[in-house]
């Protein structure tokens, strides 16, 4: 009796979450496979032990759709923390972490933020913000952007991100897509780490063309806010075109498509009078 208590139980968590969320975009999907999951079992031959860890990640699926904007944030630290360790974090003493002291000094509160900024040791050409306002600027970007003012405005570019909250909302998708990953391993699949796994899905963020105008656009009127050079935004636009389809800009522009686009619009939002 409790074997089947335990799976339709799973099956209504997770069937109840679906009703309750959107059917569009990355969270239906992640729903629609959690319920074929929970759907598949055999529920004459499963163990009890099976039963409770379908339960189990059921419930885990509805908390990460419903778990609160604070909450998340106190995940995505958690993520960051975990991030510093795997990661070579330039010491203070370095040339590249001097020049990042030096270009944010004065945005560790910025526009109602509470922002922390380190450098990852790292040829790849990228940049990342979390939902906590941890911003990871990577040796490789730093290395094509000498101009300092180019690479001010990938940090604006970065900023907007979590002000505008699409960190924010990353950070649900990928929390949401580890508790589906969770029923996954309890039919028998693959594992893994969920600070790694958040960790690597954070850092890959898959924003959408209209979010990452609207951060680039966020990104201009950072650079007027603060008198920078705003042309500077448009010339580190067009440097990091000319690294697409190359193997250097490829992880870069897996969350960053377009950049010649980018980079005309960017021109557009510059001369607008």
């Given amino acids: 009796m409790s074997r089947h208590i335990a799976v339709c139980s799973s099956l209504f968590a997770t069937l109840f979450l679906s009703a309750c969320l959107s059917t569009e975009g990355d969270g239906a999907a992640v729903l629609s496979s959690v319920v074929e999951s929970a759907q598949s079992g055999d529920i004459s031959g499963d163990t009890d032990e099976k039963n409770e860890a379908r339960l189990s ?78 911003i990871r600027v990577y040796s490789g970007l730093m290395d094509l952007l000498r101009d300092d003012n180019e690479l001010r ?82 010339s580190a636009m067009r440097k990091l075109a000319s690294l697409e389809g190359s193997e250097n800009g490829s992880k870069l522009f897996g969350s960053h498509p377009g950049a010649k686009e980018r980079a005309d619009k960017i021109h557009e939002l510059i001369t607008a009078k």
């Fill in 57 to 134: 990640a059921a419930t885990d699926v509805f908390k990460a759709a419903t778990v609160s904007d604070a909450e998340l944030q106190s995940v995505t630290l958690q993520v960051v923390a975990e991030l510093d360790k795997t990661n070579q974090v330039a010491p203070a003493s370095s040339k590249y972490a001097k020049r990042l002291n030096k270009l944010t000094r004065n945005l560790t509160n910025e526009d109602g933020l509470e922002l922390n900024f380190k450098v990852y040791l790292t040829n790849e050409v990228n940049a990342f913000a979390t939902a906590d306002g941890s």
């Fill in 153 to 234: 405005s990938v940090i604006g570019h970065e900023i907007g991100h979590v002000k505008l909250g699409h960190s924010l909302a990353e950070a649900r998708t990928a929390y949401l897509a580890s508790a589906a990953a969770k029923v996954a391993a309890s039919e028998g699949g693959l594992g893994a780490q969920v600070l790694a796994e958040l960790g690597e899905k954070l850092i890959n963020a898959q924003f959408s063309q209209a979010q990452e105008s609207e951060s680039d656009a966020y990104g201009v009127e950072f650079m007027k806010r603060h008198k920078y050079k705003v042309t500077a935004a448009e």
